[in-house]
């Protein structure tokens, strides 16, 4: 029996977004859409942008969901129906049961397609991929309903694949609605951005961000340190906490207490905990982390230590790294520096744990420069 195909979209450690009974914290995207829809003025295209993490993803399957179980808007002996006021569609509906098998005929999910050679998903959304849509165009829905494309994410959309994809935008079918999901829309195509209504999702809140994890099972993940790292993800708070998160950025943080000279033995067990193809997560998180900490130590240069720690002793920290807006540019260059360096390593394959060293050397040095010591 052949293996299942691995769902590219599928967040390891959360539920499918399809799966996901409420969208939290994003009340202000659903009322939007709703309002466009009550209104008679549904756009073909939608471009649901926003931070990673934040449930794009979950809004469009709730939006197709909605719009396939549309009932026809035939008037009674008392007029037209109300006009929802929800997304909500009951679980039992026959058409959720078909979208949650996965074999509805009038949803198509364009996505990152298996590498029939290797096995693995492809790292790109290729031109073939976004063409099997002319086909499912083709098929008339039998029972006249509305069609749904979510397209998961159109960031990683090949130049080719992207121009197949705006075809479509430029004479979409009737009744047919293309939800497009982003993470930094700024590098779409402007002929695709132009022809979608943008609904932009924010950040969650600490508490919306609790609500959300509770939701996906995880207890006992409302710690404040959670939602300051995770700036209001939820897929970045369930990768935190499934990676023990917490305390590898409190590692990071007694890594840097003695700058300008950081704990060498600290330093070598945090880069060899990166080190081989096991630990590759390891590495991707730590990278992250080390940009987050630069990130909030220039911060702190300009508006002062934040009121919430990422982890114990970090405010005393930055204030003394960060004293003066000299000191915030310095932390702001290094990190820049540092994170296209990174970028440069994994695309080489350099060796994580020099990697990671190297890291730590470049920010005693400029701790050296700031700090006069």
Request: charged share 25%.
């Amino acid at each position: 029996m052949s293996e299942e195909v691995p769902e590219p979209d599928r967040l390891q450690g959360a539920p499918h977004p399809r799966e996901t009974q409420r969208l939290i914290g994003q009340d202000a995207a659903m009322a939007e859409f709703l309002a466009a829809y009550n209104a008679d003025r549904l756009h073909s295209g939608w471009l649901l942008s926003g931070p990673r993490g934040v449930g794009k993803a979950t809004l469009a399957w709730k939006i197709a969901t909605f719009l396939l179980a549309e009932a026809p808007a035939e008037a009674g002996l008392f007029g037209a129906p109300p006009a929802p006021h929800s997304l909500d569609v009951p679980p039992d509906h026959p058409d959720v049961r078909l979208i949650q098998s996965g074999a509805h005929p009038r949803l198509f999910v364009v996505r990152r397609p298996l590498d029939e050679k290797t096995g693995k998903l492809r790292s790109e959304i290729t031109a073939e991929a976004v063409r099997k849509l002319k086909g499912f165009f083709h098929l008339s829905a039998a029972d006249g309903g509305r069609r749904a494309v979510i397209v998961d994410t159109a960031d990683e959309m090949n130049p080719t694949a992207a121009n197949a994809l705006l075809k479509e935008l430029e004479e979409p079918p009737s009744r047919t609605t293309l939800l497009l999901i982003s993470h930094q829309p700024a590098r779409l195509l402007p002929t695709i951005r132009s022809r979608c209504r943008d609904l932009r999702l924010g950040p969650l809140d600490a508490a919306d961000l609790a609500d959300a994890l509770e939701q996906a099972g995880i207890e006992g993940a409302g710690a404040p340190a959670l939602s300051v790292l995770a700036a209001g993800s939820v897929g970045e708070a369930i990768r935190l906490h499934r990676m023990d998160g917490l305390a590898l950025y409190a590692e990071i943080v007694a890594l840097f207490e003695g700058l300008p000279n950081a704990d060498r033995p600290q330093a070598i067990k945090l880069a060899e905990a990166c080190a081989g193809p096991r630990n590759a997560e390891r590495f991707a998180l730590t990278l992250d982390l080390l940009d987050l900490f630069l990130a909030r130590t220039a911060r702190a240069g300009l508006l002062g230590p934040p009121a919430d720690q990422g982890a114990p002793g970090e405010a005393l920290l930055l204030a003394r790294l960060a004293p003066h807006d000299r000191a915030a540019r310095a932390w702001a260059a290094l990190a820049q520096s540092l994170s296209d360096r990174s970028r440069h390593g994994q695309a080489v394959n350099l060796d994580p744990a020099s990697l990671i060293l190297d890291m730590v050397f470049k920010i005693e040095a400029t701790a050296r420069d700031v700090l006069g010591a």
